[in-house]
């Protein structure tokens, strides 16, 4: 027997809680229609749009934009439980909030043991070159950033006038610029707009 609209209409908002409560963000239109086996995008556009006129989902035009219009109460976060968060093979080109962007892939980890304060504003990235290396960072490995307030001296990933990077915030007088941790590489000054994406709160290592 083939599901009415009301039972498809449910199980996409079932699975819209479970997944935030599982990964501390929204799904994407494409992870509904997986997980839901539904043909086509469209066909989840079109009970989007009925949950929408019914006010039980609120959508946005970002990549993770749709929603529960009443959210459920949050959870503790035990100490030993995993969370996802968003994996980029680099830093997202031109973005200055990562996360509106689809990761490459998802990482698994325990939230306590790096010291993230906020899972729905944490992301990784991994590294390439050796600009940091004078921070212990090598190319290859896997940062892990938090979207908060940046003080002097935190090692950020940035967006400076459209390019993305990963580097050390320095204030010279009323200017700020970006410092690498390799005297091979020059100290980045903006010209026009400086703008931190994330600031560095783990490294994840693994050997071969």
């Known amino acids: 027997m083939r599901p009415s609209s009301i039972h498809r209409q449910q199980m996409i908002l079932d699975f819209i809680e479970n997944y935030q409560e599982g990964n501390s963000r929204p799904p994407t239109v494409r992870e509904i229609q997986a997980h839901c086996k539904f043909k086509s995008p469209r066909a989840v556009t079109y009970f989007l749009e009925k949950l929408e006129e019914a006010k039980k989902v609120i959508r946005h035009t970002k990549a993770r934009g749709i929603f529960l219009a009443e959210q459920p109460k949050p959870k ?3 100490q030993d439980r995993l969370i996802q968060i968003p994996l980029f093979s680099g830093i997202p080109a031109g973005l200055t909030d990562p ?3 689809e990761p490459d892939e ?17 992301f990784a990235v991994r ?7 004078g921070a212990g960072i ?4 896997i940062v892990i950033l938090e979207k908060k307030e940046a003080k002097v001296g935190d090692i950020v990933a940035a967006l400076m006038d459209g390019e993305n990077t ?4 320095i204030k010279k007088g009323s200017r700020y610029f970006l410092k690498a941790e390799n005297p ?6 903006p010209i026009e707009t400086l703008s931190v994406q994330g600031v560095l709160v783990g490294v994840i290592r693994t050997f071969a």
């Open 106 to 122: 998802m990482l698994d980890l325990s939230p306590a043991s790096l010291g993230i304060r906020s899972t729905e504003k944490a």
């Open 184 to 189: 091979l590489y020059p100290d980045l000054e």
């Open 76 to 78: 503790v976060i035990k």
């Open 138 to 141: 090598l190319s290859g490995d």
């Open 99 to 101: 996360l509106g962007a």
């Open 166 to 169: 990963l580097k050390r915030l």
């Open 127 to 133: 590294v390439r070159g050796e600009s940091m290396i």
